[in-house]
């Protein structure tokens, strides 16, 4: 089933719901080996700590990290509380010191994960849906339900650039190539708008405009690019995820078994799997090789909202 790999180690999933419970699987056997409730609130987005160790969940308006490594990974070891509305997204700085998160509320708020409270802050003036870290680890870039694309300086603490793609129409996702080369947004009418990232003067990104890809005719609720920077995952309202090379964004696959919305996608460290997280209440992992159905997950009882699949 699963393909001869020279990195095979051990594959942690975990995919939270709207039936209130976060889940914990060994991903290549499809073993669910740890689930609790999450009985006051759904979880918008979960993201594994750099080191492996935490899982933290956006949540409303909260955020809670859970120490993997406890004797009582399901009880919340610290929860950070500043936002006002839905949490959307959350991230973390390489060093797992520094986390940032993005709010209905417009904010992009910045903590530091040894204490409770935020350190720093910017405004929107309308609700963030999605916010990324650049890889040179100094900007953050959101992408707001008015349309709105920002990069926000972290070091000049300011706005430093705004994209406005299509006025109007809410960003959904963002994503950062790992050499920090290209930048793309997806959003609601189903177009992906893709920038060459360039380094600027004064060490500040400069956008070039490269590509407009009409990926899906549905919403895009999900764009990621792959480790080693050759694919573009999009997932859709449309019930299907497809594949794009980034060479002249070409599709190379289409991704088919989900019933319903599916709703967030994370790619394996390697880029050989990708997981998706779906309405049909299913977790599904994708051989990137065969662009097959490897391996389904089934224990949630609606919709699943979020994943993150990371090596051991």
Same mark, same amino acid.
């Given at each position: ?221 999900? $764009?990621?690019? +792959?480790?080693?920077?050759? &694919? /573009?995952? @999009?997932? *859709? #309202? =449309?019930? !299907?995820?497809?594949? %794009? ?19 967030? $996608?994370?790619? +394996?460290?390697?880029?050989? &799997? /990708?997981? @998706?997280? *779906? #309405? =049909?209440? !299913?977790?599904?992992? %994708? ?19 979020? $994943? ?5």
């Amino acid at each position: 089933m699963f393909e001869n790999n020279p990195d095979d180690r051990p594959l942690f999933l975990a995919t939270a719901s709207y039936d209130h419970t976060i889940r914990l699987w060994e991903a290549r056997t499809g073993t669910c080996y740890l689930s609790f409730a999450y009985p006051d609130m759904h979880v918008n987005r979960l993201e594994i700590t750099p080191d492996k160790g935490k899982l933290v969940a956006a949540c409303n308006p909260y955020i809670r990290l859970f120490d993997l490594n406890s004797m009582a990974p399901h009880l919340p070891v610290r929860t950070f509380e500043s936002h006002t509305k839905n949490v959307m997204a959350v991230g973390f700085q390489y060093t797992g010191q520094m986390m940032f998160s993005g709010s209905e509320d417009g904010t992009v708020k910045i903590w530091d994960l040894r204490v409770r409270e935020c350190q720093r802050e910017f405004r929107s003036v309308s609700p963030i849906n999605t916010v990324v870290l650049h890889p040179n680890q100094t900007e953050l870039i959101s992408g707001d339900q008015n349309g709105n694309i920002r990069v926000w300086d972290l070091r000049a603490d300011l706005c430093s650039c705004e994209l406005v793609p299509e006025v109007g129409t809410p960003i959904r996702s963002l994503t950062v190539m790992w050499d920090g080369t290209m930048v793309v947004a997806a959003n609601e009418r189903g177009t992906c708008y893709v920038w060459r990232s360039l380094q600027g003067i004064q060490t500040m990104t400069e956008f070039e405009p490269l590509h407009k890809l009409q990926a899906h005719n549905g919403y895009i609720l999900k $764009c990621l690019l +792959s480790p080693g920077n050759k &694919y /573009l995952a @999009t997932t *859709s #309202s =449309d019930k !299907t995820v497809k594949i %794009w090379n980034v060479d002249g964004f070409k599709l190379e696959k289409v991704l088919t078994g989900h019933r319903r919305w599916v709703w967030d $996608c994370d790619f +394996s460290r390697n880029g050989e &799997y /990708l997981v @998706t997280a *779906s #309405s =049909d209440t !299913t977790a599904r992992l %994708w051989s990137m090789r065969a662009g097959k159905e490897v391996m389904m997950y089934q224990a949630h009882r609606r919709a699943t909202m979020c $994943c993150t699949l990371r090596h051991d």
